[in-house]
């Protein structure tokens, strides 16, 4: 079974800059994570959809930051325009369902902002 | 007070030590406790799922839970070299819409020594 899939894997930008990153996420996997992981923290939800309707954006910054999962399979996140502050890696993570289930995670995007 | 506290060490141990790795956490509503194992530019990958209090063995791994305290554990024995990586808690419970997100704690970064 192959696992959650992202890219790129690194990106550099200068501040004021846009970026996307792409997640496809485990066949068969209704629910689809991205999360901000800044470097010494743990992993913090920016966003959650199930199928390809958005459960929950309570901390995703939608001033600059806007996600979407078009057809309910692959997903893309965008910052624009980006601050040094969103330097971290962001992770994408699937589960087969809503609720406790476990959330498989991809290897991440490492974004650096000059 | 944070949701989750955890010590980011880093713990740095001889090969064949015992190893523990503990979170402390304040929402009494958690009843679902993990352990995710990070290697360095990887995503986390789950290792350990608890559910309530108790005790739970995998191989080398034992975690524990102890919902009274608000304290979980994650123990490692005869620990090798390919267990130096950074171990997450994350957790998750309660009701409502969020009650399956998990909040995870800062990591601790592992070095075993050979």
């Known amino acids: 079974e192959a696992g959650v899939a992202q890219s790129p894997r690194y990106k550099i930008i200068e501040k004021r800059q846009s970026v996307a990153f792409w997640c496809n996420p485990i066949s068969g996997h209704a629910t689809l994570y991205w999360y901000q992981q800044i470097l010494g923290q743990g992993p913090k939800l920016l966003i959650q959809?199930?199928?390809?309707?958005?459960?929950?954006d309570s901390q995703l910054p939608k001033d600059r930051f806007s996600a979407e999962r078009l057809k309910g399979v692959d997903s893309t996140l965008k910052i624009q325009p980006a601050k040094l502050e969103d330097s971290a890696v962001y992770l994408c993570?699937?589960?087969?369902?809503?609720?406790?289930?476990?959330?498989?995670f991809g290897p991440g995007t490492r974004l650096l902002v000059l | 007070q944070k949701e989750v506290e955890q010590d980011p060490g880093p713990l740095s141990v001889p090969e064949g030590a015992i190893v523990s790795l503990n979170c402390t956490y304040s929402n009494s509503a958690f009843q679902y406790f993990m352990w995710y194992r990070q290697y360095s530019r990887k995503g986390p990958e789950l290792l350990m799922y608890t559910y309530s209090s108790g005790n739970k063995e995998d191989g080398r791994f034992t975690a524990q839970v102890d919902k009274s305290s608000k304290y979980i554990s994650l123990f490692i024995r005869d620990s090798q070299p390919s267990d130096s990586a950074t171990y997450l808690c994350?957790?998750?419970?309660?009701?409502?819409?969020?009650?399956?997100?998990?909040?995870f704690g800062k990591g601790t970064k592992l070095s075993v020594i050979p």
């Open positions: 993570a699937s589960s087969l369902r809503k609720g406790q289930e476990t959330q498989y």
């Open positions: 994350a957790m998750s419970g309660g009701s409502g819409a969020g009650s399956y997100q998990l909040t």
């Open positions: 959809f199930q199928n390809n309707g958005v459960v929950d």
